[in-house]
């Protein structure tokens, strides 16, 4: 694992792993923004027995970025600016592994470098009008055969995709740019979710943008 920080910004290599593998992996993110740009990130992944194995080989850390040991968290933190591990645990749920970080940020700049230190696929600005974060999990999905679309809809069937935004206020706007992922909204909570059957098989990166 090069940086546990690049885990949405190549999310398109899990994606292709789990495909080649016939496993899987459901993600399931909450950030927490208060009114002065800090927070927290809360993620969750549910990963199968294969990618699992598959990650914990050496050499193929670098197409697995999501945690497997809190020692691989810890490390990609070292040197970072405004980000800072709170938390991190895993456990077994049936032919699944469950682990969950939480990372706190102390500005939105650090939320957007977690998301993807490239600064490309997650971008803050602000103005008069106030503040707003567009971000996605890659320009784009791999094309995929027929037979390796069902492939990728039959492995991915279990699993979901949840994104959810706590703003400090009312959101002025709030949308999803993929037509697998819905948006609903709990009073300053935007969640936007799919399942990944339907990620994976649209060819289109998730991409989220919201103001307030």
């Given at each position: 694992m090069k940086d546990i920080r690049r885990r949405l910004s190549v999310?398109?290599?899990?994606?292709?792993?789990?495909?080649?593998?016939?496993?899987?992996?459901?993600?399931?993110?909450?950030?927490?923004?208060?009114?002065n740009g800090s927070g927290t990130v809360s993620a969750e992944y549910r990963i199968s027995e294969e990618l699992v194995a598959f990650g914990e080989l050496e050499a193929n850390k670098e197409l697995l970025p999501i945690p497997l040991s809190r020692e691989d968290v810890e490390k990609s933190l070292l040197g970072s600016k405004g980000l800072k591990l709170k938390s991190w645990s895993s456990k077994k749920s049936g032919s699944d592994l469950l682990i969950a970080t939480v990372i706190e940020f102390k500005d939105l700049d650090a939320l957007m470098f977690y998301l993807d230190p490239s600064g490309t696929l997650a971008v803050h600005n602000s103005d008069t009008q106030g503040q707003e974060i567009r971000f996605s999990l890659g320009d784009r999905m791999p094309k995929l055969d027929p037979d390796m679309r069902l492939l990728a809809e039959e492995a991915f069937d279990p699993y979901a995709f949840s994104f959810s935004i706590q703003l400090p206020k009312a959101p002025l706007k709030a949308e999803s740019t993929h037509p697998a992922i819905t948006k609903r909204q709990e009073g300053n909570t935007v969640h936007f979710e799919g399942r990944m059957r339907d990620v994976i098989a649209s060819e289109t990166a998730p991409g989220m943008v919201i103001s307030w």
């Open positions: 999310g398109l290599a899990i994606f292709a792993a789990a495909i080649v593998l016939a496993s899987c992996v459901g993600m399931d993110t909450k950030v927490e923004i208060s009114s």
